[in-house]
């Protein structure tokens, strides 16, 4: 149930509010009613409610100066709709400033509007809850071994499909279908700095996680700030645009319902073996440039199907010589020259076909390698940026953070289950 306090200083209105709607039927519970801010925020205290519905003119402490006090305490909830009147749209562009869901005007105050808004509000809250979600510790400690032995497989760093399946039945994943294929889905947040993006793929990947196994059998991994991967074992690989499609969409109906973001989904081809999942998620790596608003969801097809496909498939060749030649000069000037295009127009072809313009695709895939050598190899932070091509151990911690959120030492420890260092430490360990 999600608690809701009703605050104004009006008895009637109140009276009004409780019997307007069915709260029990609708899943609320009322957790009181204030008539003044000042008493609202004793009932806060006492009854910790999700929502607060908020008088904005009241007396001792009005509705603006009670949203104003819980944000010193909590940024985000609970989550306030404001009641005002026509004359007072000042105080209701002041609430909005303080992160209220909604407003009502209480002369056109009907049940509908009313359990509209409760509806809005709830949705702010469990997307926010949602967020601040903390994995338990033991399932975390797997969850990274887990995120590892992904990050493996989609590499192909093992040696044979028997080691596939006997490294997936150690952490308890059954890889034992006859068919794969790897899907790959875009988060469409490009507004939003590095923490808020971070923030939002961990929420939307890990509300996926939950969602997509209750309607197929599949395995989500976070990739970066922007995309996370599904591995959906097959049995029959004809049957994948079929089965997957409407699941694709029935998550990204729910996942915009408590995050207000779209995904799009490129799909891979299906192979028929563990050890070739890999290239069914490189599929689906070159199938990115040919998604938009109208074409959300692709699935990868032998042959190119237009003049789009053209395109994106000479930058899905160069995304493919860049990710063999991490070790080389991969400046705009340079893999031109390799395709005999002038740097011009390969700048265009990626700005109009491709998920991110050359040179973030460029960071982008060297920090997807960064995190495969973690994952697979001993070797030191220092021996991995020289190994990339990256011009200092500094400059790769920090090209690092801004695309995981973290620095590489904080991305290890994690990934290895050890103990995180103070802060502050990272950038000078990341240049030893």
């Known amino acids: 149930m999600t608690r809701v306090l009703l605050v104004d200083d009006e008895p009637l209105v109140l009276i009004g509010m409780q019997s307007m709607i069915d ?27 999700d929502i607060v519905v908020s008088d904005i003119r009241m007396p001792v402490l009005d509705g603006l100066g009670l949203a104003a006090r819980c944000r010193e305490k909590d940024p985000a909830l609970p989550a306030f709709i404001m009641l005002t009147s026509y004359e007072e749209f000042d105080y209701v562009r002041r609430s909005l400033s303080l992160g209220a869901v909604e407003y009502l ?7 509908e509007n ?10 702010a809250v469990e997307k926010e809850r949602a967020l601040r979600a903390p994995a338990a510790p033991a399932a975390a400690g797997l969850e990274s071994y887990r995120d590892r032995f992904f990050i493996r497989l989609y590499s192909g760093s093992f040696a044979t499909d028997e080691a596939v399946v006997g490294a997936a039945r150690e952490l308890g994943l059954a890889l034992d279908a006859p068919w794969y294929a790897v899907a790959i889905a875009d988060i469409r947040n490009r507004e939003l700095d590095p923490e808020q993006q971070g923030t939002l793929s961990a929420g939307v ?32 690989p004809a049957a994948l645009e079929e089965e997957l499609g409407p699941v694709l969409q029935k998550a990204n109906d729910i996942l915009y319902k408590y995050f207000s973001t779209r995904l ?35 699935f990868c097809r032998e042959e190119a199907q237009s003049p789009l496909d053209h395109r994106a498939r000479i930058v899905a060749d160069v995304q493919e010589y860049v990710r063999h030649h991490l070790d080389k000069r991969l400046s705009l000037n340079d893999v031109a020259a390799v395709f005999n295009f002038s740097p011009g127009y390969l700048s265009q072809l990626f700005s109009q076909n491709g998920e991110a313009n050359f040179v973030e695709f460029v960071s982008e895939t060297r920090i997807a390698a960064a995190k495969e050598l973690m994952a697979s190899t001993d070797l030191k932070i220092y021996e991995i940026s020289e190994r990339l091509g990256f011009e ?36 000078a360990h990341d240049a030893d």
């Open 23 to 49: 709260w029990a039927g609708q899943g609320f519970e009322l957790a009181g009613t204030a008539r003044n801010g000042g008493e609202a925020l004793e009932r806060i205290a006492e009854t910790h409610p």
């Open 205 to 236: 990947t890990r509300m996926a996680a939950d969602i997509l196994p209750k309607y197929l059998p599949c395995f989500v991994t976070g990739m970066d700030l922007r995309h996370f991967s599904v591995l959906v074992p097959l049995q029959v």
């Open 114 to 123: 009313l359990l509209a808004a409760l509806q809005r509000a709830r949705a």
């Open 264 to 298: 799009w989904w490129a799909v891979g081809r299906p192979v028929n073996a563990p050890g070739r999942i890999g290239a069914s998620q490189r599929d689906a790596f070159s199938a990115l440039p040919l998604l938009s608003d109208s074409q959300p969801v692709v």
């Open 105 to 111: 005007v209480k002369l056109d105050l009907t049940p």
């Open 392 to 427: 200092s151990a500094f400059y790769f911690s920090k090209v690092f953070k801004k695309i995981e959120g973290v620095s590489p030492r904080a991305y290890l420890q994690k990934l290895r289950g050890t103990a995180p260092e103070k802060e502050g430490t990272d950038a």
